[in-house]
């Protein structure tokens, strides 16, 4: 039997994707970065003292902790692009890992990091669900 995989041509052009999409996420990771450290220490270095009021401490609270977590998730998906930038490397890229068939080229242009069909993958979150 056969291994399926992409050509050279298409592999190249996911790899590009995943590149400009990485770039993306990095900015907006060192923003998200920078705007946690400026509401932390209030832009000047020093720890933020301008907001005494409870409700403004509280609002600057939640909006650190919305910044955080918007950053982690971002964190986790510089991490699937990485992986999936390695795949393009060994030329697994675009492989169902459950079924070995190729991933539809649409469904890699809407989700670049993906590593099932929808089927599989649908099958995989029944599966966790039930368990």
């Given amino acids: 039997m056969a291994v399926k995989k992409y050509n050279k041509t298409t592999l190249n052009k996911f790899q590009k994707i995943l590149l400009d999409e990485r770039n993306r996420i990095t900015e907006d990771l060192d923003y998200q970065k920078n705007e946690l450290n400026q509401t932390i220490t209030g832009g000047s270095g020093d720890l933020s003292s301008a907001s005494y ?15 955080s977590l918007f950053a982690h998730r971002q964190s986790k998906y510089l991490t699937d692009i990485d992986e999936a930038l390695e795949r393009v490397d060994n030329e697994t890229y675009g492989v169902c890992v459950i079924c070995g068939d190729l991933i539809e080229e649409g469904r890699l242009i809407a989700v670049p990091i993906a590593k099932y069909h929808v089927s599989c993958k649908e099958t995989q979150n029944q599966r966790n669900h039930n368990q």
């Fill in 53 to 67: 009021h409870m409700a403004d401490v509280g609002t600057d609270m939640a909006e650190r902790e919305k910044t």
